[in-house]
């Protein structure tokens, strides 16, 4: 069983940021690419950001030059920093671990931009 245990959501102002991290534990044998994605009420989930293992990196273009995903391998946690925030980026946001057979997801933490 995997486990991702997410961090670091709240409320911010237009203009803050905030930094979210999520932790993957478990039976974790390869991991392929980790990201996160977000989904917000009345719409479909979406991709943020992601990982690869070997540090290739993609974003939504929405949240480029903006937002910066990385990651720590040898803790298996990702980390999305967020900059810049707009109140269209308030939603739920998910983390995600590829192992290339398989997809695990958090339980989402909640991010609300809003003055």
């Known amino acids: 069983q995997v486990q991702l245990v997410e961090s670091g959501g709240g409320l911010v102002q237009p203009g803050g940021s905030l930094r979210l991290s999520c932790a993957a534990s478990g039976r974790i044998f390869y991991i392929y690419m980790m990201g996160w994605y977000r989904q917000a009420p009345g719409k479909q989930r979406e991709l943020v950001a992601r990982?690869?293992?070997?540090?290739?990196?993609n974003y939504a273009e929405s949240v480029k030059g903006r937002f910066t995903i990385s990651s720590d391998n040898a803790k298996n946690t990702v980390y999305l920093q967020m900059n810049s925030l707009k109140p269209e980026d308030t939603a739920v946001y998910y983390c995600?671990?590829?192992?290339?057979?398989?997809?695990?997801w958090g339980q989402g933490t909640q991010v609300t931009v809003s003055s």
């Open positions: 995600n671990l590829n192992t290339g057979s398989y997809e695990y």
């Open positions: 990982i690869t293992f070997g540090g290739t990196t």
